[in-house]
C-alpha cells in the first residue's frame, strides 16, 4: 500500500523559501510508474495544482508559478521535495502530495489521484 507523508516547517516568513517533503512508502519513485505532484489548497478557496515531478524525473509546473517553484527528488531516501520561492502570506495553504498513474496538467480532481497524504499546513507570516 502507497503512502504518502508531507513535512516541513509549518510557518514561514514572507520573502523566505518553503520547502516542503514528501516521503513515500510502498513504492519507489523511480520504479513506479506515477506522476508525484503537490497540490495546495488557501483557506477559503479550492485546490491548486503546483507541478508534479515523473518516475524518470520530468517535471512539470504550473504556469502561474512555474517561476517560483521547483520539484526535485531524492532517490535515496524514496522523497519529493517541493520548494517555493519568496513566499507571501497568499501562500499559505494546506500542502499535499498526491501520486497518480496518469498526467492530466492542472488537475486537482480527487479521484484522479491514486493515494494522497494527509496534507501540511503552512502559514506565510512574519
Known amino acids: 500500500q502507497v503512502q504518502l507523508q508531507e513535512s516541513g516547517p509549518g510557518l514561514v516568513k514572507p520573502s523566505q523559501t518553503l520547502s516542503l517533503t514528501c516521503t513515500v512508502s510502498?513504492?519507489?519513485?523511480?520504479?513506479?510508474?506515477?506522476?508525484w505532484t503537490w497540490i495546495r489548497q488557501p483557506p477559503g478557496k479550492g485546490p491548486e495544482w503546483m507541478g508534479a515531478?515523473?518516475?524518470?524525473?520530468?517535471?512539470f509546473y504550473s504556469p502561474s508559478l512555474k517561476s517560483r517553484t521547483s520539484i526535485s527528488r531524492d532517490t535515496s531516501k524514496n522523497q519529493v521535495t517541493l520548494q517555493l520561492l519568496s513566499v507571501t502570506p497568499e501562500d499559505t495553504a494546506v500542502y499535499y502530495c498526491?501520486?497518480?498513474?496518469?498526467?492530466?496538467?492542472?488537475?486537482?480532481?480527487?479521484?484522479?489521484?491514486?493515494?494522497w497524504g494527509q496534507g501540511t499546513q503552512v502559514t506565510v507570516s512574519s
Open positions: 515531478i515523473s518516475n524518470r524525473g520530468s517535471t
Open positions: 498526491a501520486a497518480a498513474k496518469t498526467f492530466i496538467m492542472s488537475s486537482t480532481t480527487k479521484d484522479h489521484y491514486d493515494t
Open positions: 510502498g513504492a519507489s519513485i523511480t520504479t513506479s510508474d506515477s506522476y
